[in-house]
């Protein structure tokens, strides 16, 4: 059964930091590119990074480009986004999601809360 478990949530002030996990379990985690997706409040699905299989190449929306960072950590079948600099309305909920090649979305994790507050 393939599993995405996200971490690493919380309440943080404008301009600090946090790291998000997502533990994969079921699927060889290697041979799949995955994505962060968030969902700030009354607001729709947002793509904000993605990295290939293997972790050569990533990519991400303007929004959090130069400030967050995708990577995974193939051994430990882990994915991780890096955030710094968070802003307000980076608050949402952050989704993992596995992307087959040439295919959309087919799993997603629970989703964990980030909120950016003073």
């Known amino acids: 059964e393939v599993q995405l478990v996200e971490s690493g949530g919380g309440l943080v002030q404008p301009g600090g930091s946090l790291r998000l996990s997502c533990a994969a379990s079921g699927f060889t985690f290697s041979s799949y590119a995955m994505s962060w997706v968030r969902q700030a409040p009354g607001k729709g699905l947002e793509w904000i990074s993605g990295?290939?299989?293997?972790?050569?190449?990533?990519d991400y929306a303007d929004s959090v480009k130069g400030r967050f960072t995708i990577s995974m950590a193939n051994a430990k079948n882990t994915l991780y986004l890096q955030m710094n600099s968070l802003k307000p309305e980076d608050t949402a909920v952050y989704y993992c999601?596995?992307?087959?090649?040439?295919?959309?979305?087919?799993?997603w994790g629970q989703g964990t809360q980030v909120t950016v507050s003073s």
């Open positions: 990295i290939n299989s293997g972790g050569s190449s990533t």
């Open positions: 999601a596995r992307r087959p090649s040439g295919s959309n979305f087919d799993y």
